[in-house]
């Protein structure tokens, strides 16, 4: 949801179409998290001055706008120093409009301008205060209210004669912000600088340079706790909010730097030291997410919650925002991207939704490869090594996430209980933090997330650690905020994902877990055959899937015939109950189609009543132990007059001869595999079924309406 990106040049010749034109590409790259407007910011035409382009709609009206107003030809200056920011935003306070769009300002003349993720809570509050001290609003965001605190803050203190450098205003800031953000500020105060912090809200910075960096991390700066008694306050500055509680152990103090000081640069990022005194040509590009800096640099450096990143003169200073506590890192490691341009780029094909689900082959492969020996019918989950004693004596699992990946952990709940007979929950996030539900420290929580920054599954994981369980993370970004979080964790190597209906990403984390549970159970001799034969099938995963892919005009001819329907049923028991949920979560992402996933032993409590000749029914008839069962469900919605379209295995007698006598049965024939791992092979026509059946509407499959790919909001 919402994505942000900042480019700095140093010493770096730019002109101002270079500048805007590296500021749109990097929206381009971030369009698939969803979003209704974008805007850019760059320096005005006279010094100090800002200029701010925005528009409702695509990048690509975003990029209109801006060539019908500004004229390259005519004027396009030269920048050896220049902060521009950027931004997509998804609606939470406001519609979308020009007025709503970020980036936004804190007065006419752009002094500050800020571009914001994530939700102030406490935004009424703050802008009844700020109204009440003159300040004229011109959007219904709660991010004005940002740029505007920027500037409360920096007159009040210059009227007492303290000049603050951007960090500690930024600091002064923060202190009256409550909620999630990840943000980034620009100010004609503050030529060349820009501002970059996150609490909740995932922030990177890549770093590109000609000269190889001195070392490979960033020093962190904390608060110098045992001089706060001999610093100043700005007590007298700040909002008196009632609602907020005063914690004297999280006071953060702040020196102001007066007028005449002489050391207003106290500290220099050993990164950055040149040999030679020289200062390094360098450029820095900020960024929600690391596709679209993959094109720029390898080299990027994660923020964590509460840092403040303050770039200026070709150098990078991260500050905190809280005084130093105990197991906090003092660095940041500037890490190097695995990933590679070609992998976010359509291909040959239309969409990208089309290009993941066709990838999964290989997505498939890459999640066990080097992970599980075939030959010898093992596992070894590198990151989890050194915990699997401690997680085999848990009292229960917990597996907790949102949307796609709660799909995932429900459909191997059964092989982790059967594998390791160990209790398993799952939870949706959200409903686990309203419940608040009780936790204990011989739990094990498994956090299942795509991007690893699910605001939902952030919060409950923070839940979790505070009551001392054990976590471990199962995400595809690496570098996320869960991923960092956890104790331990497994990536599952999907590759990016861009689309915003997930398909490769389900597949990959149904093996991760599927692995960890054999991982589980790897002492057990009463389940050492089972394991073995899933190992083995585990083999044959990819291949079948490839297979199943060439069933595609099949179901596009289905999707021909299901095209004007209002609503679908899909049927599902045991371990094809996860398979009906997703399936039917994907048909109505992406084709705006009420779809819903029934388990089939409810089929007599209600649903029935739904069921007739005119109702599409989508049926999971593949072989398990209750398979006969599922056969009852079946032939009581044909009963009704109902035409189901069935999901079954290849060659599989009773479904053929079921449609020798009725013609009107579908058969979708899938190949079959282990009971437990049937769902990985059920999912792949269900997906294509959602792609077909939204591209014959002629429906945006990759950016569906009111959906982002990272939910990072609650």
Not at 282 to 302: G, N, R
Not at 306 to 318: R, S
Not at 419 to 427: D, K, N
Not at 659 to 668: F, G, R
Request: net charge negative; hydrophobic share 35%.
């Amino acid at each position: 949801m919402c994505g942000i990106f900042g480019y700095c040049n140093y010493m770096v010749e730019k002109s101002r179409k270079d500048i805007i034109d590296t500021l749109t590409e990097g929206l381009s790259k971030l369009e698939y998290r969803g979003y209704d407007s974008t805007g850019i910011c760059v320096d005005g035409d006279a010094d100090g001055t800002s200029l701010i382009i925005k528009n409702p709609g695509k990048v690509s009206q975003l990029k209109e706008k801006i060539n019908s107003t500004l004229n390259f030809e005519q004027y396009n200056p030269e920048y050896i120093n220049h902060v521009g920011i950027a931004h997509t935003r998804w609606a939470t306070h406001g519609e979308p409009s020009v007025a709503n769009a970020h980036p936004q300002r804190s007065d006419l003349n752009g002094e500050f301008v800020v571009v914001h993720n994530g939700i102030i809570t406490n935004y009424r509050e703050l802008k009844t205060l700020l109204l009440n001290k003159g300040f004229k609003f011109e959007s219904d965001t709660d991010t004005e209210c940002i740029a505007k605190l920027f500037k409360l803050f920096y007159d009040t203190n210059l009227e007492n004669g303290i000049e603050l450098d951007f960090n500690a205003l930024t600091k002064e800031v923060l202190s009256e912000l409550d909620g999630a953000y990840g943000l980034l500020c620009r100010s004609s105060h503050y030529p060349g600088e820009v501002i970059c912090t996150r609490k909740g809200s995932p922030l990177l910075i890549g770093v590109k340079s000609e000269k190889n960096l001195k070392v490979d991390f960033v020093d962190v700066e904390f608060v110098d706790d045992e001089s706060a008694d001999d610093q100043v306050t700005l007590n007298e500055t700040k909002i008196n909010n009632p609602h907020k509680p005063v914690v004297d152990e999280e006071k953060v103090y702040f020196a102001p730097i007066s007028n005449n000081s002489t050391n207003l640069r106290y500290s220099q990022s050993r990164a950055f030291l040149s040999e030679d005194g020289i200062p390094i040509p360098i450029e820095f590009f900020i960024s929600s997410d690391a596709s679209s800096v993959i094109k720029h640099t390898k080299k990027v450096l994660f923020l964590e919650d509460n840092d403040v990143a303050h770039i200026y003169d070709g150098e990078l200073h991260i500050h905190r925002f809280k005084p130093r506590q105990d197991g906090d890192k003092i660095t940041r490691p500037i890490q190097t991207l695995e990933l590679e341009l070609a992998q976010i780029m359509k291909g040959d094909y239309n969409h990208f939704m089309q290009k993941e689900i066709f990838e999964q082959p290989e997505s498939t492969l890459n999640t066990m490869r080097g992970r599980l020996d075939f030959q010898n019918k093992s596992v070894k989950l590198g990151g989890l090594t050194n915990w699997l004693p401690t997680i085999k004596r848990a009292r229960r699992l917990l597996m907790i996430a949102c949307g796609t990946s709660y799909h995932s952990c429900l459909a191997v709940r059964q092989m982790f209980e059967e594998l390791s007979e160990i209790p398993v929950s799952i939870e949706l996030a959200s409903d686990f933090l309203d419940r608040k539900a009780p936790v204990f420290r011989d739990d094990v929580c498994i956090f299942v997330s795509q991007s690893g920054e699910t605001a939902d599954s952030m919060q409950a994981l923070k839940f979790c650690l505070e009551r001392g369980a054990l976590t471990i993370g199962i995400v595809n970004t690496v570098g996320s905020s869960i991923s960092r979080s956890t104790h331990c964790g497994v990536h599952i190597n999907a590759g990016p994902e861009i689309g915003v209906a997930s398909t490769k990403a389900y597949t990959s984390q149904y093996i991760a877990l599927a692995m960890l549970a054999l991982s589980l159970s790897d002492d057990k001799l009463s389940s050492l055959k089972k394991r073995q034969d899933i190992i083995s099938n585990l083999q044959r995963i990819p291949g079948q899937i490839k297979e199943i892919l060439q069933l595609e005009p099949q179901i596009k001819a289905i999707c021909k015939r299901l095209q004007g329907e209002q609503s679908l049923l899909l049927l599902g028991r045991g371990y094809q109950y996860a398979c009906a949920l997703e399936g039917a979560l994907k048909i109505k992402e992406i084709s705006y189609m009420h779809s819903e996933g029934i388990l089939a032993g409810e089929l007599k409590h209600g649903v029935l009543a739904l069921v007739d000749e005119n109702l599409p029914i989508i049926a999971l008839g593949t072989r398990d132990s209750l398979f006969p069962k599922v056969v009852s469900s079946i032939e009581q919605v044909i009963a009704r007059k109902g035409k189901p379209i069935v999901i079954c295995n290849k060659d599989d007698e009773y479904w053929l001869s079921k449609k020798k006598v009725n013609s009107e049965i579908e058969l979708i024939e899938v190949p079959g595999t282990s009971d437990c791992l049937q769902g990985l092979l059920n999912i792949i026509p269900l997906q294509l079924m959602s792609y077909w059946l939204a591209v014959n509407q002629g429906f945006d499959v990759d950016f569906p309406r009111n959906l982002a790919k990272s939910v990072t909001v609650e």
